[in-house]
């Protein structure tokens, strides 16, 4: 079955650790994307990438890194520098040339 | 800057009771507007795509509708299984990363 995938499913951290969420994705889909979302709030963008080896800065990407190293993957690093990393984490793809983005299940990250 | 706004934050419908859903957004140029559905703790789940104003999209008791303006989302007859939280998204014009600005959602429940 193609389709994205995240882990872990739910992750606790205590502060001042970094920590990596994965995005896998076997669809083929050549732009990858994580979005943040809390409570009351719509997803906002944290960091994007249109091709292997090159990424984009989103809207809130302070306190995070990412890297592209293969099209299939596009982790996700909470370093302890992000205040307030308590929320879902959602990494989405996109087919080159399509508009539509499609989602994974997401990994809610929680901070002790 | 671009802005989505989605009314009313929540609705509570009894089965069989149709009703519409309300995303208006701020943006020059649209380039597409999206509709997702998102299950508690899951990932969107995409649902449409619309490009120009009149354009209308149907999936079972679902159909979307886009103005200059607003789109609508129209849920027909719906069911317990419709609940869910309704998010739209539109893409601005500039750029080609396919950036996507989203609305907060509406809550939708749908009882017996």
């Known amino acids: 079955d193609g389709g994205i995938t995240q882990s872990p499913k739910y992750l606790f951290r205590k502060e001042g650790q970094n920590v990596t969420l994965s995005c896998e994705q076997n669809l083929n889909h050549d732009a990858m994307y994580w979005y943040r979302q809390d409570p009351g709030q719509g997803l906002r963008l944290i960091y994007y990438?249109?091709?292997?080896?090159?990424?984009q800065k989103g809207d809130i990407a302070e306190g995070y890194s990412v890297s592209r190293e293969k099209k299939e993957s596009f982790p996700l690093t909470v370093t302890s520098a992000q205040k307030n990393p308590t929320a879902f984490y959602l990494c989405?793809?996109?087919?080159?040339?399509?508009?539509?983005?499609?989602f994974g299940p997401g990994t809610r990250l929680t901070v002790l | 800057e671009d802005q989505v706004t989605q009314s009313p934050e929540a609705l509570r419908l009894q089965e069989g009771e149709s009703s519409s859903l309300n995303c208006s957004y701020t943006v020059s140029g649209l380039r597409g507007l999206f509709w997702y559905r998102q299950d508690p703790g899951k990932g969107p789940e995409f649902l449409f795509t619309?490009?120009?104003a009149g354009e209308e999209k149907e999936k079972e008791r679902l159909k979307a509708t886009l103005t200059k303006k607003e789109s609508f989302l129209h849920i027909t007859a719906p069911k317990p299984e419709d609940s869910a939280t309704y998010l739209c998204a539109v893409r601005p014009p500039t750029g080609t990363a396919s950036k996507l600005t989203f609305g907060t959602g509406t809550r939708l429940q749908v009882t017996l």
């Open positions: 990438s249109q091709i292997v080896n090159d990424f």
């Open positions: 989405a793809s996109r087919l080159a040339g399509g508009d539509e983005q499609f």
């Open positions: 619309l490009y120009s």
